[in-house]
């Protein structure tokens, strides 16, 4: 098979294209899946920077999620045949032309959804389905702000709430004028350009002084203080990213004063039978309103999977809308 591989940590010129090995496989409980399509995730930069090594045992390649073609099927493989359509989650091994993945870590194609773009939901599907509505528990009719809401998890996460929660108020961030039109045709309510308004005292102004039930977080340490700040009473903050550095002061008594939580939650290094579960979930609560029309895929531009470093730079550069793909 061909691969993206990286020798040593750098840039995105450290990507290059070659040919590898075939993964072993199937064992038992897992498929072979024919790539189509993968997508590039901030975990992908930060792997390929040396910052963020894959679980024991998962494969080095980088790619979090793909969409393909089941190849082969393994013992005690239930619902799944040779040359079914899918999308799995991954804990590695997307940038390549075949990989083998636990079946319970695979979903079905979304109805309206094409094979390529199916590539670049099961990520940020999880992510969102596990932190703001298995664990932050969002109720319809409550407060939610997502940051970076012009990127693929926060493009999600908007149209998420708005299907499954529609009478929450949404509020987000983003770094253009552009970036938050298409925040408010997804569903947003408040849109705040992060570089020039101060997205606290927004929220506040918006919810009477109140502030945001739950808010997912990408940025980790230059955001916390601020976000406990705009935190409502019984708040819940999920930090599922690092983008602003990693440590901060945290204020006690602030949290202690509003009964507030703080979660981090990584999705890569759960156990296997967490994921299959938050993948039957996803196919249950969230498939649906794909194939309603609810939610609709976000996708800024595709590229040959050869060109990862392009793709690279693309979502360095922030200037993107949604998910970038990586067709085969």
Not at 2 to 30: C, H
């Amino acid at each position: 098979m061909y691969a993206v591989t990286v020798d040593e940590p750098g840039g995105p010129e450290v990507l290059e294209w070659r040919e590898v090995d075939d993964p072993p496989g199937p064992g038992p409980d897992e498929v072979v899946i024919d790539v189509v399509a993968t997508a590039v995730n901030r975990a992908d930069l930060l792997q390929r920077q040396g910052l963020y090594a894959p679980p024991p045992g998962a494969s080095d390649i980088i790619g979090l999620e793909c969409s393909g073609r089941i190849a082969a099927v393994g013992p005690g493989v239930d619902g799944w045949r040779v040359g079914d359509e899918v999308c799995a989650l991954l804990s590695g091994g997307g940038y390549a032309t075949k990989v083998v993945v636990p079946a319970g870590q695979v979903l079905p194609v979304p109805p309206g959804v094409d094979l390529v773009t199916a590539g670049g939901l099961p990520e940020v599907t999880s992510t969102v389905y596990s932190t703001v509505f298995q664990r932050a528990q969002l109720l319809d009719g409550e407060t939610f702000l997502v940051h970076g809401g012009a990127s693929g998890i926060g493009t999600f996460a908007i149209q998420a709430v708005r299907a499954l929660r529609p009478k929450a108020l949404i509020a987000t961030t983003a770094g253009s004028p552009e970036k938050l039109e298409r925040c408010r045709e997804l569903g947003a309510d408040v849109t705040i350009c992060y570089r020039d308004e101060d997205f606290v005292a927004r929220v506040k102004e918006a919810t009477g002084g109140r502030g945001a039930d739950v808010i997912l977080d990408n940025m980790g340490a230059k955001y916390l203080a601020r976000n406990v700040d705009v935190l409502a009473p019984d708040g819940r903050l999920v930090v599922i990213g690092m983008q602003g550095g990693i440590k901060a002061e945290l204020n006690l008594a602030t949290l202690l004063t509003k009964r507030g939580a703080v979660h981090a939650m990584s999705l890569r290094h759960r156990p296997g039978e967490q994921k299959a579960a938050i993948v039957a979930g996803v196919r249950a609560e969230v498939w649906p309103a794909f194939a309603s029309g609810a939610i609709r895929p976000v996708i800024d531009r595709v590229l040959p999977l050869r060109e990862a470093a392009e793709a690279h730079r693309v979502v360095e550069s922030l200037g993107h809308v949604g998910k970038v793909l990586l067709a085969v």
